[in-house]
């Protein structure tokens, strides 16, 4: 089928991220499948983070349907391309009618991005992951694909301004080899797996970031365990409550 919406918006957004000139550096993308379904699995530390996470599996000439809080889809601009694009709508109320919608995708051999965390980590380190993924890659019988992004708060984060300025910010992509997810297994322990394996790329990719924070002012982006000013995981968690 036609890719209508999906194509056109993978377009713009290459030519918006030519013009600010960021440098994305993706390694791994061999690790996705070329055909069949699978989950794709990401942390989550910026706004933005969907279109980057979908920009691994290019290479791969993949398509992802990322699942995505149902509020984006009311939205008069963002709907509708949403829609377009054959994301999945999530209603926590009825998160039941979401997770069928993902399960069918995969069994008709699409790869489903989530994003496991939830909500966008505001201290930049993984949060504790919900285990809907290992389940839906249980109950579909394909692969999970651990990925990690770093880079991209600095461009559109909770809580900072937006940077659309020409900042020639560097945004690293790590793809992971695949976790199995087999039926006969619990799916808290492979959701542990699957976290860890995030978490190692996740520390590669902070590993191989290329910049540092020009001065003091500029240390928002990096996690207090680094050096950084942003919030810890604690100070994090309790802003989330509030």
Same mark, same amino acid.
């Given at each position: 089928? #036609? ?7 993978? $377009? +713009? ?21 070329r055909?069949? %379904? ?16 979908? !920009?691994? =599996? ?20 963002? $709907? ?20 069928a919608?993902?399960?069918?995708? !995969?069994? +008709?051999?699409? /790869? ?12 930049f @380190?993984?949060?504790?992951?919900? &285990?809907?993924? =290992? ?8 692969? !999970?694909?651990?990925? #990690?992004?770093? %880079?991209? *708060? ?18 690293? /992509? ?8 087999? %039926?006969d297994?619990?799916? %808290?322990?492979? @959701? ?13 990719? *902070?590993? =191989?970031?290329?910049?540092?924070p020009?001065?003091? &002012?500029d ?8 050096? $950084?000013? =942003? ?12």
């Amino acid at each position: 089928m #036609a890719e209508l919406v999906y194509r056109p918006v993978i $377009g +713009a957004a290459r030519t918006m991220f030519k013009a600010l000139d960021l440098k994305i550096d993706t390694q791994g993308s061999e690790h996705i499948p070329r055909t069949g %379904g699978a989950v794709l699995v990401s942390n989550h530390i910026s706004y933005l983070d969907f279109i980057f996470a979908g !920009l691994a =599996a290019l290479p791969q000439k993949r398509l992802v349907r990322f699942m995505a809080k149902d509020q984006v889809f009311r939205h008069k601009i963002s $709907g509708p391309l949403m829609r377009g694009m054959k994301h999945i709508p999530v209603d926590r109320k009825q998160g039941e009618t979401a997770y069928a919608h993902a399960l069918s995708s !995969l069994r +008709a051999g699409e /790869i489903v991005g989530v994003f496991p965390e939830a909500t966008i980590s505001q201290s930049f @380190t993984l949060k504790s992951f919900k &285990s809907g993924a =290992a389940r839906m890659a249980q109950e579909a019988g394909v692969p !999970l694909i651990p990925v #990690a992004l770093w %880079g991209t *708060q600095r461009v559109w984060t909770k809580g900072q301004p937006r940077n659309f300025k020409r900042s020639h910010i560097p945004v690293t /992509i790590r793809v992971g080899e695949q976790v199995e997810a087999p %039926g006969d297994q619990y799916a %808290g322990a492979i @959701t542990r797996r699957l976290r860890d394996r995030v978490q190692e790329l996740l520390e590669a990719a *902070q590993r =191989a970031y290329p910049v540092r924070p020009r001065d003091a &002012s500029d240390t928002w982006w990096v996690p207090a365990h680094l050096g $950084g000013t =942003a919030p810890t995981a604690h100070e994090a968690r309790e802003a989330d409550r509030s």
